[in-house]
């Protein structure tokens, strides 16, 4: 049985007008404008998945997860955020961040057995995470959906090397299973006894569904076929997506994924916080960011930055909330910001609940082609 995805953006009206309605309309005309539902097919059958209420299906697989989830990479690492410190500070604002975005309906979190290494004094992220479940769940019943990952390091041979992996994962988060087991990129070889491994996890029940990431259109469906024929639905491909970088609409990912009902998840979704409009050319991001982001960058960015914030504030929303809302209008998206505290946690929520229109959904991504993209040399491997 294949997953589809009906409808192409899924934020198609047209904006009421001052006049028209008022808000009444605009919030009508916002629940018209979902993003496309996912459809099994199989054979000349074709059947709807119901979405759960606030939820989504990862791919064809059972887990139904929140529309927008939380990635953990900067929970505990030294070596690309948090300025190479990890202190007791860093610690109360990552589990504040937890805990704010359990409070405000998020509680699909991502993380990987590489977030965090014990050089410079850093604390793995999986063990974060599954401290801060453990702690939460001692006041409130609460039900969290865990994303982590496989690193495909060059020493690691074959499908008993997933497993062995996995196993070590569950172990710092402190549970029996997750639901989503990704391969964090492709391996310089044995990638077929990779996927041969993430079958035997979703076999033995140690996870509940299996995905890949930064995997380039022709991997991705080598995956998909490799994994169905053991009966296991590849259920997600995890890439670098946002309103500035594109390069999934280009490549034919983002059509694959809607083709064979592969759920994409986009990390970086917010371009690690450029576009929350914090940075300008006078004040660039500080660390390796500033790398990539320049103020050469920075300054190609205002024109499409200013009317970010020109549509943001027509909604009363922040540039943050525009940028990941025009991501869920694509359809088939769920976009994973990184929350290092509390307010960004609560700021992303915001995110939910309402719809850029098409037109604009289609003006942003006209002026953001003016912006040159970033590279990723790993998805083109």
């Known amino acids: ?13 047209p904006r009421p007008q001052p006049g028209c ?7 009508a005309a916002a629940a018209l404008c979902r993003p496309p539902r996912a ?23 059972s887990v139904a997860v ?35 975005s359990i409070d405000n309906g998020m509680t699909f979190f991502d993380t990987a057995e590489v977030y965090g290494t014990a050089l410079m004094g850093a604390v793995n992220s999986e063990s974060l995470l599954g401290g801060f479940i453990k702690e939460r769940q001692q006041k409130d019943q609460i039900e969290v959906a865990v994303a ?29 299973s997750v639901e989503l087991y990704q391969l964090h990129w492709p391996g310089i070889w044995g990638n077929e006894g990779y996927l041969d491994g993430l079958a035997d996890a979703y ?10 990431s930064n995997y380039n259109e022709k991997r991705l469906r080598d995956a998909h076929a490799r994994l169905k024929k053991r009966g296991v639905p590849l259920a997600a491909n995890q890439v670098n997506y946002s309103l500035i970088y594109r390069t999934p609409e280009l490549n034919g990912v983002k059509a694959a994924c809607d083709e064979l009902g592969i759920t994409l998840i986009a990390y970086s979704p917010i371009a690690q916080g450029v576009l929350t409009g914090k940075y300008t050319p006078e004040k660039p991001p500080t660390g390796p960011r500033a790398n990539t982001y320049t103020p050469e960058f920075l300054t190609k960015l205002q024109p499409l930055m200013n009317r970010i914030k ?19 209008c694509q359809g088939n998206v769920v976009p994973i910001p990184g929350a290092k505290n509390a307010s960004q946690a609560k700021e992303f929520a915001g995110a939910l ?11 942003l991504r006209t002026l953001a082609r003016e912006i040159k993209g970033i590279k990723m040399p790993i998805e083109e491997s």
Request: glycine share 14%.
């Open 21 to 27: 309605g008022g808000r009444r309309l605009a919030q």
């Open 353 to 363: 609940g309402w719809s850029l229109t098409g037109d604009e959904v289609e003006e």
């Open 148 to 176: 982590t990952k496989f690193a495909a390091l060059p020493w690691r041979f074959g499908r008993g090397s997933v497993l062995s992996a996995l196993k070590k994962s569950l172990d710092r988060l402190g549970l029996s």
């Open 310 to 328: 020109e549509i943001g504030a027509s909604y009363g929303k922040s540039p943050t909330q525009v940028s990941l809302n025009w991501l869920t």
């Open 203 to 212: 076999e033995q029940g140690l996870v509940k569904a299996v995905g890949v």
């Open 66 to 100: 929140t529309k927008l989830g939380i990635g953990a990479w900067s929970w505990g690492d030294t070596t690309y955020w948090n300025d190479s410190e990890w202190d007791d500070r860093r610690l109360r604002e990552a589990q504040d961040a937890f805990d704010a």
């Open 39 to 61: 459809v099994a097919s199989s054979g000349t059958t074709t059947t709807v998945v119901e979405e759960d209420e606030g939820k989504v299906r990862l791919g064809g697989s």
């Open 1 to 13: 049985m294949a997953l589809q995805v009906t409808g192409g953006v899924g934020c198609c009206c």
